[in-house]
């Protein structure tokens, strides 16, 4: 079993940055951010594999976020910059330990959810 537990959240204006932060119990394979705002689904934002550090992003937060991973501190984070309204949404940070199969952004590839962090974005 992993625990994640998150931070960082909060109220910002256009063009502010926030940065999440996830604590992980024990070992991961890869970790996940996702987002959803009231009435969409579940979107995956960005991704890393936990051993390589190798990231993907979705398209539109490409170029404003970073996903990033402290090992020594079972930690991963997400940094947030340029924040537009449209960011505004729950985030949630995902683990999985499975070796099998690719690392996405896929819901169904984590088994492991944290209890969300509200990031609110006002222009």
């Known amino acids: 079993q992993v625990q994640l537990v998150e931070s960082g959240g909060g109220s910002v204006q256009a063009g502010g940055s926030l940065r999440l932060s996830c604590v992980a119990s024990g070992y991961t394979y890869c970790m996940a951010w996702f987002r959803q705002a009231p009435g969409k689904e579940r979107e995956g934002v960005a991704r890393i594999y936990s051993g390589s550090g190798s990231t993907y992003y979705a398209d539109s937060v490409k170029g404003r976020f970073t996903i990033s991973q402290d090992n020594a501190k079972n930690t991963l984070y997400l940094q947030m910059n340029s924040l537009k309204p449209e960011d505004s949404a729950m985030y949630y940070c995902?683990?999985?330990?499975?070796?099998?199969?690719?690392?996405?952004?896929?819901?169904?590839?984590?088994?492991?959810w944290g209890q969300g962090t509200q990031v609110t974005v006002s222009s």
């Open positions: 995902a683990a999985a330990r499975s070796i099998y199969g690719p690392c996405n952004t896929s819901p169904n590839r984590y088994n492991y």
